[in-house]
């Protein structure tokens, strides 16, 4: 983080500047006593099971500088601590306050900000934005999915003055969440992986997904680049509606500006042809103060597209629509001016995280380790990645889908049935919802069908089914916990012989 004052930092947050503030400085911000570092200001986050305002003498004894509070704090127990203490009213909101005014009046105009946002593929299209950036330039991204109301601000306060770019992971389970963080980052560049049907409690129909996703695009800067999934026919709609020459598409379809096209794959890699028709040229400074190159597209642009050129990729994580994520990590890198080839020279060596379709090869089985999260959409393409698969029985454990609201039982049985034809051998499905969705529904056709009711009895239920030869792949939302069935099918058959490296 560049050094900031605390009295800049009392001012931002809207709190008097506190005894001791003249002259000092911070160097970081943490929310966790645990893995804070000396010069941090140390941020106590209120949340329904917990209070790191509790923590505050560990923040004090590990070195914080400064401490936000907030009203129901005891004030003489913090007038009592070595440092200067700050009263907020939501130490939360502070912190969103905090990051706003750093990155308005302290982030160099030199850094670009992306943003990443979609329903899903946010995470994985993150890192490889950052991936293929890092091998020319000095940035950073956001750690694994740090993408609500605190991660967001901890990443763009994590920012370096020699920093080129910083990219920045937007998620939202409720109406306004994308705006406000977004609002915060001010991003130079947008991204929208996709728009699916996730998280309809809060936003009960697609139209309302479509609404918070694309909500990003209002507070790209005017001079900025947006690109865009434009195979969802949701997003088709937008755009039509909606003429911004800001925005690029990426997809398979054939009017998208960098399409996507001849995909295969295997559990080891997606391949595919990526053909550029945008005109990209660097923008000026007097147009683009942060130097982010310009495509052409539209109305506006159509006369500047010329004919595409096209270059073969390869990304080394099953799905096929992982091609697509590739090809939005690519129009971003453009914008930076990296040349075709060393985007998909970087793209061939990506590493996926842990738990999003990482492959783990073990002493006898495969294991396609995808337990992170999950939604409809996502759910059927990895149904229709482990499908291809021709080497021995495939089992997939399907685990409940969250936050569906009153789609859930309709979105749980049309997993189910998307299983059937594929030559999936074995479907384990986990949670009480899809053991709902069973009692409603006939088995299906030529498919062993295990019904674990209870997350907790997953472990052994799959432990029960999977034999040598097997390739298994897991995927459920968080409340699933499935990572705990990664790791009982490896401690029985030993340590990964060709895995992923971590990340």
Known sequence: MIAVSLEIVATAVGADSPNGAAGATITGVSTDS????????????RGPRFDGHAFVAQAVQRGAVGVLVDQRYDCEAAARRSVPYMVVDDTTAALGRLAAAFRRDVMPASTTVVAVTGSNGKTTTKRMIDHVLRASMRGRCSPRSFNNAIGVPLTLLSAEQSDR????EIGSNAPGEVAALAALAAPDVGVITSVGEAHLERFHDLHGVVVEKTSLLEH???????VVNGDDPAMGSFLSAHDDNRVLTVGQASESDVRVSDVSGSLDETSFLLSDSAEW???TAGASPRGVMTAARGAAGA???RSARSIRAVVPIPGLHHAVNAAAAYAVARSFGVSPGQIVDRLASFEPLEGRCRVRRLCGITIVDDSYNANPASMIAAVATLAKVDDGRRVFVMGDMGELGTASGRFH???VEAVAGTGIDVLITVGPDFANAARSQRDVDGIRRVVCGEPGDAPSA????????????IKGSRSMALERVADALAARYGESVAAAPAS
Request: charged content about 25%; glycine content about 6%; overall charge neutral.
């Open 303 to 305: 006369a500047k597209r």
């Open 34 to 45: 645990r893995t804070l570092n000396r010069g941090d200001l140390f941020v106590p986050i």
């Open 413 to 415: 049985r049309e997993a």
């Open 165 to 168: 770019y910083l990219v920045v």
């Open 220 to 226: 790209v800067a005017p001079t900025g680049l947006c």
């Open 462 to 473: 799959v432990l029960d089914e999977v034999r040598e030869g097997d390739t298994v792949w």
């Open 281 to 283: 040229s660097v923008a």
